[in-house]
């Protein structure tokens, strides 16, 4: 029987080694190939992506900006309700604004200014919105968040968001993205009370995240923790977040906000008459009170939901009737914004009706904080 020489076994040996290792790395870089090709990737060398979705868990809501941080922490296996989110957030707010040369030239809004803020600071994370030079380096700053895995949530004026379809300017307007597709040029968002994905395309995002407001600049502004873990103090959060927003509307630092706003507004209802555009004043009052996604009752409703549930967590909330005091206040700013709503339609100004129930409802809303601040 023949014996090759021990040299060639080893040549023999040698090539069918290299000839496995050329199969495993052809296999798996197929295998890796065929997954890139999946979620979008270009090719397995550049690591760029065409298209990038996350399976996205969207729990419609009554508020943006609640249903975007709702949308974040229950990605992450929270099963925290809207209500919880906006308490935790200290979302209550209230601001009486003269402009010049605006219409409506007075303006009522019933939210604080800095929820985001509120909420991830006081669940141990730090907070500022991310923003950019321009458009084209905001775009790609949002696909690479998106690269990661996790949602994304920005802030839009809804004029260039196409399933709205409307010619109102209002930016701030928060918004959860999911994913993209660049061969498409489409983002996917999901918005507050809307269940299913939306398509967005890359140039109306753009205009969408980069625009001026009265209020607000928007340069791109994004915002998407790392992995978060559930706090283990919450009834501490919750307590704080209470204070917190009890006391901001009781402080007196200033006459447009809070409390001091509400005196404010009372002292120039009377002169609303005189002004050209009080009808406008009067329905935009009415519709940011009740309808532009507030929840109702100038965002107090969602608020007695939040107390509610917080009672699980500290139950002197309800010794003290928090949850129902802030009940009553909800049908309070209800009931004003109903009384502004059918002043708009007057021929006339006439007031009377909308100065008694801005009264009762100055006493309602310091009784309730007040009383808060007494769980200290």
């Known amino acids: 029987?023949?014996?090759?020489p021990l040299k060639c076994v080893k040549e023999i040996k040698t090539s069918v080694r290299f000839f496995l290792t050329v199969l495993i790395i052809t296999e798996k870089i197929v295998e890796n190939f065929e997954t890139d090709i999946l979620t979008g990737k270009d090719n397995p060398l550049t690591g760029k992506y065409n298209m990038k979705t996350i399976n996205f868990e969207h729990y419609p809501g009554r508020h943006c900006a609640s249903t975007g941080?709702?949308?974040?922490?229950n990605f992450q296996n929270f099963s925290w309700s809207e209500a919880l989110c906006f308490g935790i957030g200290a979302g209550l707010g209230i601001y009486y604004i003269s402009?010049?040369?605006i219409s409506p030239s007075r303006m009522i809004h019933t939210r604080s200014a800095d929820i985001e803020k509120q909420f991830f600071s006081r669940i141990g994370l730090n907070f500022s919105w991310a923003q950019f030079k321009n458009a084209t380096e905001g775009e790609e700053a949002l696909c690479k968040a998106l690269?990661?895995?996790m949602p994304v949530i920005l802030q839009s004026d809804i004029y260039h968001l196409p399933y709205f379809n409307t010619?109102?300017?209002?930016?701030?307007?928060?918004?959860?993205a999911w994913g993209y597709d660049r061969k498409e040029k489409i983002f996917y968002v999901t918005d507050t009370e809307r269940a299913e994905l939306l398509p967005v395309p890359f140039d109306k995002m753009q205009k969408a995240r980069f625009c001026n407001g009265i209020f607000l600049k928007i340069a791109g502004n994004l915002y998407s923790p790392g992995r978060i873990k559930p706090p283990e103090n919450l009834p501490e959060i919750i307590l704080n977040a209470i204070l917190y927003n009890s006391n901001s509307l009781l402080k007196r630092n200033n006459e447009f906000q809070g409390i001091p706003a509400l005196e404010k507004w009372q002292r120039d209802l009377a002169s609303w008459k005189d002004l050209k555009d009080w009808q406008w004043i009067a329905r935009f009052a009415y519709q940011v009170i009740e309808k532009r996604g507030t929840g109702g009752g100038g965002f107090r409703l969602i608020y007695s939901e939040f107390l509610e549930e917080a009672v699980e967590y500290l139950p002197e909330i309800a010794s003290r009737g928090l949850p129902q005091r802030m009940h009553e206040i909800a049908s309070?700013?209800?009931g004003l914004a109903l009384s502004l709503k059918s002043a708009s339609e007057k021929e006339k100004p006439e007031f009377r009706e909308v100065t008694k129930?801005?009264?009762?409802l100055k006493e309602q809303e310091e009784a309730y904080h007040k009383e808060a601040l007494a769980l200290e």
């Open 1 to 4: 029987m023949y014996q090759p």
């Open 69 to 73: 941080l709702r949308n974040i922490v």
């Open 99 to 101: 402009l010049k040369g």
């Open 147 to 149: 690269d990661r895995g």
């Open 167 to 176: 010619k109102t300017h209002f930016p701030g307007h928060v918004i959860t």
């Open 332 to 334: 309070a700013w209800s």
């Open 357 to 360: 129930k801005l009264d009762r």
